[in-house]
């Protein structure tokens, strides 16, 4: 017995190569962790919207103020406002369903004393290139 250790020890044998099942409960354990990151639950998708493209009567500099006053014409919430210009703004109105969010556009246009134009804004968005900082690109 001394011998066959002897012998496996210069060959390079570990008890996993004489023990097939050890090596399999190894390369579990090994792989456990990657498997249950895999199996995690995706996150949340954001709730249902509309983006629409609206022009106003009078000129906001704040974006905040903005998206407070369109959110009370509109009787819904708002996320990612962004100006186009003084007059142009886009967000995206925040509804349960796409019937509702018809509702809070059509509700938003008849705003006239706030809004001169508000239509779905069906331009497509091209994402920006990812550029490295200096540094790394170099």
Same mark, same amino acid.
């Given at each position: 017995m001394l011998q066959q250790r002897e012998i496996e020890q210069t060959r390079g044998? =570990?008890?996993s190569h004489r023990n097939p099942f050890a090596a399999a409960l190894l390369g579990a354990a090994i792989l456990a962790p990657t498997l249950m990151a895999c199996a995690q639950q995706p996150?949340?998708?954001p709730p249902p919207g509309i983006r629409v493209r609206v022009a106003t009567l009078a000129e906001w500099d704040d974006l905040g103020a903005f998206s407070r006053r369109a959110a009370q014409a509109c009787g819904t919430a708002v996320r990612d406002a962004a100006g186009i210009s003084?007059?142009?703004?886009t967000l995206t109105l925040i509804c349960a369903d =796409?019937?509702?969010?018809?509702?809070?556009l059509t509700q938003l246009a008849r705003a =006239?004393?706030?809004?001169?134009?508000?239509?779905?804004?069906r331009r497509m968005t091209i994402p920006r290139p990812?550029?490295?900082?200096?540094?790394?690109?170099?």
């Open positions: 044998v =570990t008890a996150p949340p998708a003084p007059r142009g703004f =796409t019937a509702a969010c018809e509702r809070a =006239t004393d706030f809004v001169s134009e508000a239509v779905p804004d990812i550029v490295p900082n200096a540094p790394q690109a170099r």
